[in-house]
């Protein structure tokens, strides 16, 4: 039987929403064992929600080789082993700046083909799709290679509940850490406890929101959808916002299920980081703006006043 195995992110509130994205992926038509590999000791945890799912083994990892949770080269070296141990084929994880660091690190040690950022997954037939040329195009690459290593974008495969029963294991890897790196400290940018590229709502503001210090109209309708706060470049040009809130072709890549653009003209550029997002509401002045093209769902109007409305509307229907 076809093996996969997938690294289990975590935060702090345990399991991150969009890794049940990737395991729908890597079971397929269900002609795959699913690993699932957690290692903050915490896999009893996770059980019901992976398992939920559809993974039939829960592998809780260590080591006696040094702090798993703060080395980076150490949780790659011990997956490595595990990933050989458990005769993986496909090992799979987020394309979070996370994942697509420590996955970088396992492929390398295994000498594996790896394959970051993919929108779509075949396991069956060692294929994967990934985005192209700002989004224009899209390729499938065919990976001639066993195991080999993938990381997936967030939120662009839709989770789906496969409940099973799954079986906890307990391994250790005989690894040592070679101690040339180590996580002291991670500090939040301001957008806030969720992760733009991991958000299933997201609020941008463009160039015409003028003043850093006027994001906080869109943090405010953010907080009532539980959303995350982005820029464009123009803005980030401007001084009103950090480069971490910055999305498009030389930001991040987003995919959520609702994007809501505030006084974006829908660029090319721009629009090669959201484009996979499933529904997108435009607001912009500007009736001809190629924005609209673009999106789903186009108010015309001024940010400044249709945001405190969007805002208290949803207060109310929250409430």
Not at 94 to 122: E, T, Y
Request: glycine residues 10%.
């Amino acid at each position: 039987m076809f093996k996969a195995g997938i690294w289990i992110e975590t935060g702090e509130n345990g399991v991150k929403e969009a890794n049940f994205g990737v395991i729908t992926a890597a079971r397929g038509h269900g002609d795959a064992e699913i690993h699932a590999f957690v290692l903050d000791g915490n896999a009893d945890a996770y059980q019901d929600a992976l398992q939920s799912y559809g993974v039939q083994k829960i592998v809780s990892l260590g080591t006696d080789g040094g702090d798993l949770s703060s080395k980076p080269d150490l949780q790659a070296a011990a997956l490595a082993e595990a990933v050989n141990h458990f005769e993986i084929t496909a090992f799979l994880g987020l394309s979070s700046a996370r994942g697509r660091d420590l996955l970088a690190r396992v492929a390398a040690l295994m000498d594996a083909p790896l394959v970051q950022d993919c929108i779509g997954i075949d396991l069956s037939s060692q294929t994967v799709s990934k985005s192209h040329f700002s989004g224009k195009t899209v390729a499938t690459v065919k990976i001639n290679a066993n195991p080999f290593v993938c990381s997936v974008r967030p939120n662009t495969i839709e989770a789906q509940i496969a409940p099973c029963q799954c079986e906890l294991i307990e391994y250790r890897a005989s690894v040592q850490d070679p101690g040339k790196l180590a996580v002291k400290e991670i500090e939040k940018s301001r957008t806030g406890a969720v992760d733009l590229t991991e958000a299933n709502i997201i609020i941008t503001g463009g160039y015409p929101i003028g003043a850093a210090e006027n994001y906080n109209l869109l943090q405010q309708c953010a907080d009532v959808l539980g959303a995350a706060v982005g820029a464009s470049r123009a803005a980030v040009d401007a001084g009103y916002a950090p480069h971490s809130m910055q999305i498009g072709q030389t930001g991040k890549t987003v995919s959520p299920k609702l994007y809501i653009g505030c006084g974006l003209s829908g660029s090319v550029q721009h629009f090669a980081g959201m484009k996979t997002s499933k529904v997108i509401v435009a607001i912009n002045t500007d009736a001809e703006a190629p924005i609209f093209e673009k999106c789903d769902y186009g108010i015309i109007g001024d940010l400044f006043e249709v945001v405190p409305v969007l805002t208290q509307v949803l207060r109310e229907q929250k409430s």
